[in-house]
């Protein structure tokens, strides 16, 4: 089946400690994002990627970095700079070459601070 | 950007039509209306969107008035599975594509 998957579905981090969350998809789709949500709160934007090898900065990417070397992978690293990691990550994917096509997400990744 | 507003919480009977209602009265010509669900631990699961005439998939329909400025999502047959927190979104007009959730409304389908 075509999708997007995210894994681990659930991670801790120590103190100090990077750690990067994994999304893949067979969508064939330009554009992949990387949102978080907090307990209660709507999706906030970190990175988002239109075409291989090209990323931008969303609202909240302190703390973040990303990769995008092939179309199917679009990687997040939470680094120590991190200093709330705690959140619920979504990774989602779109056409991209349509404004209007719909983006569809993965099931996300838990992270916790140990 | 286009604002949208829920009402937070609607009941509905297992095996009736469950319509939520969205307004975004300050909408743009050009904008598309989106509509997902979420159900607790997992992502966004997308239904729908439109731009201006009524749209009909599988999961939903789409009822977009004449001026744009709110529009229905109806669920014909909801069942116990279609609980969840529907947002109604406008997209943002900017290059990012980002989606802005709101704070939804929570569907709660009763047996």
């Known amino acids: 089946d075509g999708g997007i998957t995210q894994s681990p579905k659930y991670l801790f981090r120590k103190e100090g400690q990077n750690v990067t969350l994994s999304c893949e998809q067979n969508?064939?789709?330009?554009?992949m994002y990387w949102y978080r949500q907090d307990p209660g709160q709507g999706l906030r934007l970190i990175y988002y990627?239109?075409?291989?090898?090209?990323?931008q900065k969303g609202d909240i990417a302190e703390g973040y970095s990303v990769s995008r070397e092939k179309k199917e992978s679009f990687p997040l690293t939470v680094t120590s700079a991190q200093k709330n990691p705690t959140a619920f990550y979504l990774c989602?994917?779109?056409?991209?070459?349509?404004?209007?096509?719909?983006?569809?997400f993965g099931d996300g990744t838990r992270l916790s601070i140990l | 950007d286009a604002k949208t507003t829920q009402p937070p919480s609607m009941d509905c009977a297992e095996g009736r039509a469950a319509n939520l209602p969205c307004n975004h009265s300050?909408?743009?010509?050009?904008?598309?209306v989106y509509w997902y669900r979420q159900i607790h631990s997992q992502g966004p699961q997308y239904i729908i969107h439109g731009l201006k005439n009524n749209e009909t998939n599988e999961m939903a329909s789409l009822i977009i008035t004449e001026d744009r400025k709110s529009s229905t999502l109806i669920l014909p047959h909801a069942t116990l599975r279609d609980t969840a927190v529907y947002y109604c979104i406008v997209r943002v007009r900017d290059n990012t594509g980002k989606l802005i959730f709101g704070q939804g409304t929570t569907l709660q389908v009763k047996p």
């Open positions: 990627s239109q075409i291989v090898n090209d990323f």
């Open positions: 300050t909408i743009s010509g050009n904008e598309y």
């Open positions: 969508l064939n789709h330009d554009a």
């Open positions: 989602a994917s779109s056409i991209g070459d349509r404004e209007h096509q719909p983006q569809h």
